[in-house]
């Protein structure tokens, strides 16, 4: 090392996938994708499932007390979302007993990939304007296996595989698939599974992000040889409420969002949290709360020097 080159300090990149990442979710593409390619299931059958999603997710909404207005902190804004987990997995449910992703078998990863990079594509996927500039400076600084700067993704999308063949369109690689990553994948039988990282749990909630986050963080920490008075600096990337716990924990949480009337800027602001926006995170004790409407303004404020602040 030559006299004039400075250790960066040990900094942990976390990002959700959809609607962090790519513009919007990404569910609805990747089951329309298989259906059109594999024909498991009719597109009927499909918006079945996704209707009896929508419906009961929104009688639980009218029926969940205390309603959003009357939840003033954070505890009972994780609660709520918590109380998600029996919607999501019903939900989950039909989708495997529907037999939706039941195709392939063994080589069903290779093909999940390149419908990704397919719908990538073609544009039924649109990813985060700078996104690419963004992952690839974070694994020039170190990233990825064993630098001073790692980036991982944290999803409760069901296909990891789906998600790394969107990130190779735009020539990322080794990202989902890394060792600060915890996402779903789909098994041989078609079957959705969660990260060995979390005992193996699908990840379907807010909670479930948020174990999955900690326990990258606390591996990482673990690596790094930090822990007790000096904790890892790492930045949490999300743009929806379930992102909350992750943006809460993270040194500094960054919310995309179109502008801070955005739901999660707006909830966060409900529950009794300071969000600035990027550009002035330095004069922001930490932990912060930032928002930024797109990966260039991520870039552009510096965040990424927050090891070394």
């Given at each position: 090392m030559s006299s004039s080159s400075v250790p960066v300090p040990p900094l942990l990149v976390l990002l959700d996938f959809d609607g962090t990442i790519t513009q919007e979710d990404t569910i609805n593409a990747l089951a329309e994708e298989v259906?059109?390619?594999?024909?498991?299931?009719?597109?009927s059958e499909w918006d079945g499932i996704v209707k009896a999603w929508l419906d009961e997710y929104e009688a639980h909404i009218g029926v969940y007390r205390p309603p959003a207005a009357e939840r003033s902190t954070a505890e009972a804004e994780l609660e709520f979302l918590e109380s998600l987990r029996g919607v999501e997995e019903r939900s989950l449910g039909r989708v495997e007993r529907a037999g939706v992703f039941d195709f392939g078998g063994v080589g069903r990863g290779g093909v999940l990939r390149g419908f990704g990079r397919g719908a990538l594509e073609?544009?039924?996927?649109?990813?985060?304007?700078?996104?690419?500039?963004?992952?690839?400076?974070?694994?020039?600084?170190?990233?990825?296996?064993?630098?001073e700067v790692e980036v991982g993704v944290v999803s409760v999308n069901w296909s990891g595989e789906w998600m790394r063949g969107v990130l190779e369109g735009v020539g990322i690689e080794g990202v989902v698939e890394g060792d600060r990553s915890l996402v779903n994948w789909i098994g041989k039988d078609g079957r959705v599974m969660g990260p060995e990282g979390v005992g193996g749990r699908v990840l379907v909630t807010a909670g479930d992000k948020r174990e999955a986050a900690r326990s990258?963080?606390?591996?990482?920490?673990?690596?790094?040889?930090?822990?007790?008075?000096?904790?890892?600096?790492?930045?949490?990337?999300?743009?929806?409420?379930?992102?909350?716990?992750?943006?809460?924990?993270a040194?500094?949480?960054?919310?995309?969002?179109?502008?801070?009337?955005?739901?999660?800027?707006?909830?966060?602001?409900?529950?009794?949290?300071?969000?600035?926006?990027?550009?002035?995170?330095r004069e922001m004790a930490l932990p912060a709360l930032v928002?930024?409407?797109?990966?260039?303004?991520?870039?552009?404020?510096?965040?990424l020097e927050l090891g070394a602040e």
């Open positions: 259906i059109a390619h594999e024909g498991t299931v009719s597109l073609r544009g039924v996927v649109k990813v985060r304007e700078g996104v690419g500039e963004f992952l690839r400076g974070v694994m020039e600084m170190g990233g990825g296996g064993d630098g990258v963080v606390r591996g990482w920490e673990g690596e790094k040889k930090l822990g007790g008075g000096e904790k890892g600096r790492w930045i949490y990337v999300g743009d929806s409420v379930t992102d909350l716990g992750c943006l809460l924990d040194t500094v949480g960054v919310v995309l969002a179109e502008s801070e009337e955005s739901k999660v800027v707006r909830t966060l602001r409900r529950v009794g949290k300071e969000v600035s926006h990027v550009g002035g995170w928002w930024a409407r797109d990966f260039r303004e991520i870039l552009e404020s510096g965040l």
